[in-house]
């Protein structure tokens, strides 16, 4: 039995976790609550790996590529690619919403009060982009300023020359360090997601799920008509790569992601998913994927898009095209504006909402099942982050095929 398990594919090992947290979930209720340590126990060592990995691997990228033509050319690639999809992401959700109609029939009360969250604005979000105090920002952990202090410092050691080599060798040796120790933290996903799945199935029961089954499984279908034929279709029409082999390397990262509700806590999976199981090179992958983690939101866009639908079907509010239009813009434009802020898929839904005019009250049903709409748009998020790693890769021909084409995975 232990020669069976200890030979299975990870992706494989976590998904059993997950199934068998949701039937122990559902079938034992008061046990399957007190395994929610097990899962919060994982999440703490994913999180532990997060700060130290984005910075080193976003440096170790920068260094790699010496060629800073080349460096400008692999970000505008990124960014483009992040914001085409997330606009054809919340156009799919749009879509769902218009045809399948979630919020007919669903009586949102009209006294429900909500605090509308406020995003920061646009001006504050730019200016806070550079941290003050680098120290400060590793302290607590605020990516996009991580993010933009590893720029920085990949940036001036290429430009250092002869001196700085020590210095990107020494950031070498740390980022193989770094995926050694997730490699030890991700051995224990099957556990972490056992537990993370039995605490949710258990506290939300089937008799609350069935309740906005519509809308739940509007934004579940979505999802899955954009990986298939948005990502699916990019892969392979862009990259001439078989989709299939694409999903079945992704796999492990997503079902941490379906779990965990993080794009950055998943990113220690994603990173060794994409590297080791779709054949992306070190040094894109590390550019590509923190900053994918922090600004790239299909998954969310698809929600943004549904739920503005549902909350003006069920308040009988009338959009035009006009304002699907104004969706899809202010939609993909806050998916970078609220990056990095808490909350912040309840953030871009207050913003959605009152740029179309929208009551906000809809906000606090969204509220009560946004736990099990979480899971379904960060595995997009997710899945789109290693999409574009591979498109960036196979056109940078960084993209080991051998590798990608294997049969045997993580």
């Known amino acids: 039995m232990m020669a069976w398990w200890k030979h299975l594919a990870l992706w494989k090992k976590i998904f059993i976790g997950l199934c068998l947290g949701l039937v122990v979930g559902l079938l034992f209720k008061d046990v399957a609550l007190m395994l929610k340590p097990v899962g919060t126990l994982f999440l703490n060592m994913i999180k532990m790996l997060i700060v130290p990995l984005v910075f080193v691997t976003l440096v170790t990228g920068i260094t790699s590529m010496e060629d800073l033509t080349k460096m400008r050319r692999i970000g505008l690639k990124t960014f483009s690619i992040y914001l085409v ?110 537990g993370l799945m039995a605490w949710v199935s258990a506290s939300y029961g089937v008799d609350v799920l069935m309740s906005l089954a519509k809308v739940i499984a509007c934004v579940y279908v979505a999802s899955i008509v954009h990986m298939a034929f948005t990502m699916g279709g990019a892969i392979s029409v862009f990259a001439r790569l078989n989709p299939l082999k694409f999903f079945k390397g992704v796999a492990s990262a997503q079902t941490v992601a379906f779990t965990t509700t993080s794009s950055s806590g998943t990113l220690p999976v994603t990173t060794s998913n994409t590297i080791h199981n779709l054949g992306v090179s070190k040094p894109i992958a590390s550019f590509v994927l923190p900053l994918g983690a922090t600004i790239n939101m299909d998954g969310t866009a698809i929600y943004q898009g549904i739920c503005a639908m549902f909350v003006a079907q069920a308040f009988g509010v009338d959009l035009g095209f006009a304002d699907y239009i104004t969706i899809i813009l202010t939609a993909t434009l806050a998916s970078i504006g609220t990056a990095g802020v808490p909350g912040a898929g309840l953030i871009m839904l207050s913003l959605v909402l009152a740029s179309v005019n929208l009551p906000l009250e809809g906000i606090a049903i969204i509220a009560g099942i946004d736990r099990i709409l979480d899971m379904a748009r960060t595995t997009v998020n997710v899945t789109g982050d290693a999409m574009t790693a591979v498109l960036v890769a196979k056109s940078e021909g960084e993209l080991d095929e051998k590798i990608y084409n294997q049969e045997n995975v993580e």
């Open 85 to 194: 999809t997330t606009a054809i992401a919340v156009a799919i959700g749009l879509a769902f919403g218009i045809i399948f109609e979630p919020g007919s029939g669903v009586a949102l009360a009209n006294d429900a009060t909500v605090a509308a969250k406020k995003a920061p604005p646009l001006i504050d979000t730019l200016l806070a982009l550079i941290p003050s105090n680098p120290m400060d920002s590793l302290v607590k952990g605020d990516i996009l300023q991580i993010i933009v202090f590893a720029i920085f410092l990949g940036v001036s050691i290429n430009l250092a020359g002869e001196k700085g080599k020590p210095v990107a060798a020494f950031f070498e040796s740390f980022s193989e360090t770094m995926f050694k120790m997730t490699e030890i933290v991700i051995s224990f996903a099957p556990i972490g997601v056992f």
